[in-house]
Every structure is written in structure tokens, then in C-alpha cells.
């Protein structure tokens, strides 16, 4: 489909091993729209390394089919090579040169002329904020100035979907949050983003949508949103000026327990998904009682709890 800047159907993939084959993608399916990020989650070993390495055209997949930006990811490499940029969990940056010397080597290799080049790095310099730091050497960067010059480097050839593989492991929160910045900057303008992320607040605060792999299958996909409806654990909090509201609010709705932490004892938890749905509905059903309460408060389980309940591991955070 023309809107998809991804479009895989039945990706497989497997090693050899002692035991025999090791199915690493155990045929999955993704529809990643243009102009969005997605968000691949997944333990270490679910395949998300892999799944990046056979749309970035690294490894060759052993079964499905595959369109890229576009193109056939089978029959037409080069041309998803062309569109795509790739920014690893490792810097590409070589640490001997500038920050401009990184990106008109960059230039070069992506054949601009000398003065376009220079007119290039000169922007992406200005974009990522490295004017000072261009004529340093990139060994002096600190970890965040690193990652920047890195997506920097993978801009020189305008791609229009990037592969962004756990781009800011081992970033102080500030420079977290200026990598997080920029990928917005670059979604407003067009740009397809395809992240990995051991960072679940990460996925949680940059995509569109979310897919969740595990033993390389997708056991869950959605926006943020709808996977922690998923699971158990939300509710409503309906807090209360008086006791006798509360009670008739607890009648009215036939289910409920008191707030253990409110030592008023006048919260109300209702169990709920909650959708929009469900709480139009508790709604009516006080209205109808006539039962107001003085404060309503949404609360849905984190992207931690969705993780650990779907695939039974706790999410590791990176050092």
C-alpha cells in the first residue's frame, strides 16, 4: 500500500544451531504508515535485532514478502538502501574527525558535489545544534552531542524512514529528552520512524503505535493506550465529599472497593479498561443515580506492567 512506509507479510527467519534450525521471526506481519513512529518491543533474544536487520536490507529474510519505502525488499535492495537511514545502538561516528569532517565524508559517500555537501553539513550542524563543536574532534563529545552527530550523519541522504535501534542507551535524561525532540521534529516533517527501545517511557512518549515481540512472534500491537487495556489492573478513583455519596455511588455501580491510601476513606476504586466506553457508561449509571463525586481520575497499568504480564519478564533498564 502506497501510505505504508512498511509492509511485511509472514517475515521468517532462522539459524542453525546444535539442536537444528533456530526459529528467530516465526512469521510476522507489520504495517508501519508514513509520517508515524512505531515502537518494536521485546526481552533481549525476542528478534527485534533481526527484524531491523532484514528491513535495512543487512540480512536476507528466509520467508515472506517485504515492501520497504515502497520498494521490494527482495528485488530491489539498492532502492530500499536509497530511502532508508539507519542509526544504530553503537555510533557510526569516527571519533579521530570533526563533526563536520563525520558529515561530509558522509556527503561524499553519498555522492554530493563538494559545495552541496558543505551546504548540507553546515545545516545539520545548525539543525542538531553542534556550530561550536563542528571543527572538534567528535572523541570530545559528550555521550549526547555523540548521538546527535550520529542521526545527523544518517540525514545527509534524506531518507524518508529511519531506523532508529535503541538510540539513546546510556544518555542522561536531558540528552534523552533532546533525542526525543528531534525524532518529533522529524515525524512533523514527513519522516517514518522505526524504533527499538529498551526505554519503554521511550516508546510510550514518542509512538504512534506499538508492537510487542516475543519468542519472534507479535503477541500484542496498538497504540500505547490500547495495550495497557490489556491487562488487569485499571481503574476509575471516585473521590467524595460525604459518606453517604460514596455509599450510594457503591450501590449505584454494584462494584468497587475504598482507596486503602485515602485515609478519609471517601475514594471510590471502580475496576475499568479505562476506554471511553466503559467510563461514559459509569457515568450514566451515577447520573442516573443522582450521585456526582468531586473528583474522577483515570488510571491505566504502565508499559512496564503490559510487558511483564504479556511475555512474563521484567523489562531490563539499561546502565
Known sequence: MTNLAIAANGLRKSYPDKKGDKVVLDGIDLAVPQGTV???LGPNGAGKTTTVQILSTLIPADGGTVEVAGHDLARKPDDVRGAIGVTGQYSAVDKLLTGEENLLLMADLHHLSRRDGRRKA??????FDLVDAGGKTAGTYSGGMQRRLDL????VGDPRLIFLDEPTTGLD??????????????VAGGVTIFLTTQYLEEADELADRIALLDHGRLIAEGTADELKRLIPGGHVSLRFTADDALKDALTALGEGFLDP????RLTLQVPSDGGVASL????????????????LSVHTPDLDDVFLTLTGQKQETPR
Do not use: K, Y
Not at 545527523?152 to 540525514?155: G, R
Not at 461514559?280 to 473528583?295: F, Q, T
Open 261 to 264: 491510601s485515602d485515609d478519609d
Open 152 to 155: 545527523a550523519m544518517t540525514l
Open 280 to 295: 461514559r457508561e459509569l457515568l450514566a449509571r451515577l447520573d442516573a443515580a443522582g450521585v456526582e463525586p468531586a473528583h
Open 38 to 40: 512505531f515502537s518494536l
Open 173 to 186: 535524561p536531558r540528552s534523552r529528552r533532546s533525542m526525543w525532540q528531534i525524532v518529533r521534529e522529524l
Open 122 to 127: 553546515a545545516e545539520l550542524l545548525e539543525r
